[in-house]
Protein backbone atom coordinates (compact mmCIF):
# COMPACT_ATOMS: atom_id res chain seq x y z
CA UNK A 1 0.00 0.00 0.00
CA UNK A 2 1.51 3.26 -0.93
CA UNK A 3 1.98 6.08 1.72
CA UNK A 4 -0.88 9.00 1.24
CA UNK A 5 2.26 11.43 2.94
CA UNK A 6 4.95 12.37 0.00
CA UNK A 7 8.64 10.84 1.07
CA UNK A 8 9.65 14.60 1.45
CA UNK A 9 7.32 14.69 4.42
CA UNK A 10 8.57 11.69 5.88
CA UNK A 11 11.99 13.06 5.41
CA UNK A 12 11.27 16.30 7.18
CA UNK A 13 10.05 14.75 10.49
CA UNK A 14 12.40 12.73 10.49
CA UNK A 15 14.76 16.06 10.11
CA UNK A 16 12.58 17.44 13.02
CA UNK A 17 13.05 14.34 15.45
CA UNK A 18 16.67 14.34 14.19
CA UNK A 19 18.02 18.02 14.20
CA UNK A 20 14.92 19.48 17.08
CA UNK A 21 13.83 21.63 14.38
CA UNK A 22 13.52 22.48 10.83
CA UNK A 23 13.36 25.74 8.98
CA UNK A 24 12.13 27.57 5.93
CA UNK A 25 14.03 26.39 2.71
CA UNK A 26 16.22 28.94 0.95
CA UNK A 27 14.80 30.93 -2.31
CA UNK A 28 16.74 28.70 -4.75
CA UNK A 29 19.44 30.45 -6.77
CA UNK A 30 17.55 31.12 -10.18
CA UNK A 31 14.60 32.50 -8.57
CA UNK A 32 17.21 34.92 -6.51
CA UNK A 33 16.46 37.72 -9.26
CA UNK A 34 12.75 37.01 -9.48
CA UNK A 35 10.85 39.89 -8.29
CA UNK A 36 8.64 38.14 -5.88
CA UNK A 37 11.79 36.79 -4.88
CA UNK A 38 13.46 40.19 -4.46
CA UNK A 39 10.10 42.21 -2.78
CA UNK A 40 9.46 39.10 -0.35
CA UNK A 41 13.19 37.90 0.45
CA UNK A 42 14.58 40.60 2.11
CA UNK A 43 11.40 41.14 4.24
CA UNK A 44 10.66 37.41 5.15
CA UNK A 45 11.62 36.02 8.59
CA UNK A 46 12.68 32.22 8.53
CA UNK A 47 10.24 30.92 10.06
CA UNK A 48 11.23 27.77 12.08
CA UNK A 49 9.31 24.60 13.70
CA UNK A 50 10.83 23.17 16.89
CA UNK A 51 9.95 20.16 18.29
CA UNK A 52 7.84 19.54 20.76
CA UNK A 53 6.38 15.75 22.08
CA UNK A 54 2.93 17.10 21.88
CA UNK A 55 3.34 19.23 18.39
CA UNK A 56 -0.38 19.04 16.67
CA UNK A 57 0.13 16.98 13.27
CA UNK A 58 -1.97 20.13 11.93
CA UNK A 59 0.90 22.71 13.08
CA UNK A 60 3.75 20.54 11.17
CA UNK A 61 1.30 20.48 8.74
CA UNK A 62 0.26 24.09 8.04
CA UNK A 63 4.43 24.45 8.55
CA UNK A 64 5.28 22.43 6.11
CA UNK A 65 2.84 23.71 3.26
CA UNK A 66 3.96 27.33 3.89
CA UNK A 67 7.78 26.47 4.20
CA UNK A 68 8.93 23.37 2.74
CA UNK A 69 6.12 22.76 0.24
CA UNK A 70 8.94 22.59 -2.39
CA UNK A 71 8.98 21.27 -6.07
CA UNK A 72 11.52 20.82 -8.92
CA UNK A 73 10.31 21.01 -12.62
CA UNK A 74 12.00 18.75 -15.54
CA UNK A 75 14.52 21.22 -16.02
CA UNK A 76 15.91 20.99 -12.78
CA UNK A 77 17.48 17.81 -14.45
CA UNK A 78 20.00 19.67 -16.48
CA UNK A 79 20.94 22.04 -13.38
CA UNK A 80 24.00 22.04 -12.11
CA UNK A 81 22.42 22.68 -8.62
CA UNK A 82 20.26 20.09 -8.62
CA UNK A 83 21.91 17.75 -5.85
CA UNK A 84 21.68 20.99 -3.10
CA UNK A 85 19.02 22.61 -3.99
CA UNK A 86 15.05 21.85 -2.68
CA UNK A 87 13.36 23.53 -5.47
CA UNK A 88 10.69 26.56 -5.76
CA UNK A 89 7.69 26.66 -3.63
CA UNK A 90 4.74 25.39 -4.85
CA UNK A 91 2.86 28.40 -4.68
CA UNK A 92 5.54 30.02 -6.88
CA UNK A 93 5.21 27.48 -9.26
CA UNK A 94 1.35 27.87 -9.69
CA UNK A 95 1.37 31.25 -10.37
CA UNK A 96 4.70 31.10 -12.30
CA UNK A 97 5.42 27.94 -13.62
CA UNK A 98 8.26 25.68 -13.40
CA UNK A 99 11.91 27.03 -12.52
CA UNK A 100 14.17 26.71 -15.27
CA UNK A 101 18.48 27.14 -14.36
CA UNK A 102 20.15 30.30 -15.80
CA UNK A 103 22.83 29.47 -18.58
CA UNK A 104 25.72 29.78 -15.90
CA UNK A 105 23.80 27.02 -13.68
CA UNK A 106 23.24 24.61 -16.45
CA UNK A 107 25.32 20.94 -15.96
CA UNK A 108 28.73 20.54 -17.79
CA UNK A 109 28.19 18.20 -20.88
CA UNK A 110 30.42 15.39 -20.73
CA UNK A 111 33.84 15.94 -22.42
CA UNK A 112 33.63 15.03 -26.17
CA UNK A 113 35.78 12.06 -26.92
CA UNK A 114 39.15 12.97 -28.81
CA UNK A 115 38.94 12.61 -32.56
S1 LIG B 1 17.64 22.85 -9.25
FE1 LIG B 1 15.86 23.80 -10.24
S2 LIG B 1 15.04 25.18 -8.69
FE2 LIG B 1 17.12 24.69 -8.07
S3 LIG B 1 18.42 26.32 -8.92
FE3 LIG B 1 18.39 24.64 -10.40
S4 LIG B 1 16.71 25.15 -11.82
FE4 LIG B 1 16.44 26.37 -9.96
Redesign the pocket.
Known amino acids: MRSLLPSKTVLDIAELNGKGSIKTYAT????EDHPESIVNGKNAREAVLKHEPDLPMKDFVDFFIDNRYYI??K??KN?S??ET?S??HVEHVRRYGF???KAW?LAKNEPEPAA
Request: aromatic share 0%; proline share 22%; hydrophobic share 30%.
Open positions: PPCLKGACCLNCGAPKPM
